[in-house]
């Protein structure tokens, strides 16, 4: 874990920071790569912070090209602090990582 300072909007005029902890992303991977060999779905917290994985389904999204909808894992809270992962090539194939950490302002 690190810990990181974080710029919160408390309201439009107001910014607040704070110290908070964020997990190493290698050990973020390892625990949704682990989730996503199981192919369960799963909800709860990791390292401190709210998460989910949801297996890869055959129907494929409403309004998608996509032939099946991808597996993915997302943990943290959007607009402080949020990682995900989508295996959007296919459950063999490597994720597509997505990183939302543009209100962290320091490591």
């Not at 309201?11 to 920071?17: F, G, K």
């Not at 997302?74 to 990183?99: N, R």
């Amino acid at each position: 874990m690190v810990t990181a300072k974080a710029r919160i909007r408390v309201r439009d005029d107001y910014e607040s920071y704070v110290p908070i902890l964020l997990p190493e992303l290698d050990e973020v991977r390892r625990f949704a790569g682990e989730l996503h060999c199981r192919g369960k779905p799963w909800t709860g917290e990791a390292f401190g912070w709210p998460a989910e994985y949801h297996p890869e389904l055959p129907e494929p999204p409403l309004g998608s090209k996509m032939p099946f909808t991808p597996a993915d894992f997302c943990i943290g809270e959007s607009g402080m602090w949020f990682f995900s992962l989508m295996w959007e090539h296919g459950q063999e194939a490597p994720a597509v990582e997505f990183l939302d950490d543009r209100n962290i302002l320091a490591n």
